[in-house]
């Protein structure tokens, strides 16, 4: 079976701190892509980072870097010194090069900031 | 540049009956994905459209159904409207169908059946 699962239902962090959410992922098909996404409460979907499972290195946009281990099945964001702006429900998403391409969404992770 | 553009962005309908929602992908982008998201839940894929036919559905009932015009633009149908089918509709293009550079999100239809 395919799935995405995020446990942590939220979290908090302190302004300027890091934080990592986590996410792992089950799948036989050696084929995929990881992907992270923000929502905020207007609801649009706004995409941060993409992981091939073939790709050697992590993922790494701006403040945004994904711990991608594959071995584990995990595909965790880290987002370095949070800001205010940061606050939002976040989804770890999955898709196969082989099946057309359809998001596989996990239950998400709702992250408040505290100034 | 204009992102993916939905309508409307709010609607209440009478369990019963239909609703038409609608998209316009983003510009350059070929295939558009809509997803349905209920409250508190995650995003469940409905189907995706590439040249104007339907290309691959999710676990839905054929009362959902959809339709892409020539100039990419997509329309979600639902009939029968159930009290739990209120969520918000999400619709994604994409210029390769994989996803390989990423989707781009509309801000979504949230419909309330009552």
């Known amino acids: 079976a395919q799935k995405i699962t995020q446990t942590q239902p939220g979290m908090f962090v302190q302004e300027k701190e890091a934080v990592t959410l986590d996410c792992t992922y089950d799948?036989?098909?050696?084929?995929?892509?990881l992907f992270w996404y923000k929502q905020p409460s207007s609801g649009e979907m706004i995409f941060l980072i993409y992981?091939?499972?073939?790709?050697?290195q992590n993922a790494t946009e701006g403040r945004y870097s994904l711990n991608f281990q594959k071995a584990r099945k995990s595909a965790n964001l880290v987002i370095s010194a949070s800001q205010l702006g940061d606050s939002a429900m976040y989804f770890c998403?999955?898709?196969?090069?082989?099946?057309?391409?359809?998001?596989?969404f996990g239950q998400g992770t709702e992250l408040s900031v505290k100034p | 540049d204009a992102g993916v553009t939905q309508s409307p962005t709010h609607l209440i309908k009478t369990r019963g009956q239909q609703v038409t929602l609608r998209c316009s992908p983003k510009?350059?982008?070929?295939?558009v994905s809509w997803y349905q998201q209920a409250l508190g839940q995650g995003p469940q894929f409905i189907f995706q459209?590439?040249?104007?036919?339907?290309?691959q559905r999710g676990n839905f009932p054929d009362r959902f159904s959809g339709h892409q015009f020539p100039n990419y633009s997509s329309e979600l149908n639902v009939n029968a409207l159930l009290l739990g089918d209120s969520a918000l509709y999400l619709c994604?293009?994409?210029?390769?169908?994989?996803?390989?550079?990423?989707?781009?999100f509309g801000s979504g239809t949230r419909l309330t059946v009552v």
């Open positions: 994604a293009s994409s210029p390769d169908g994989q996803g390989l550079y990423g989707y781009t």
């Open positions: 799948t036989s098909d050696p084929s995929y892509g």
């Open positions: 992981q091939g499972s073939y790709d050697q």
């Open positions: 998403a999955m898709s196969f090069y082989n099946q057309g391409g359809k998001l596989i």
């Open positions: 510009s350059g982008h070929d295939t």
């Open positions: 459209y590439y040249e104007e036919e339907e290309r």
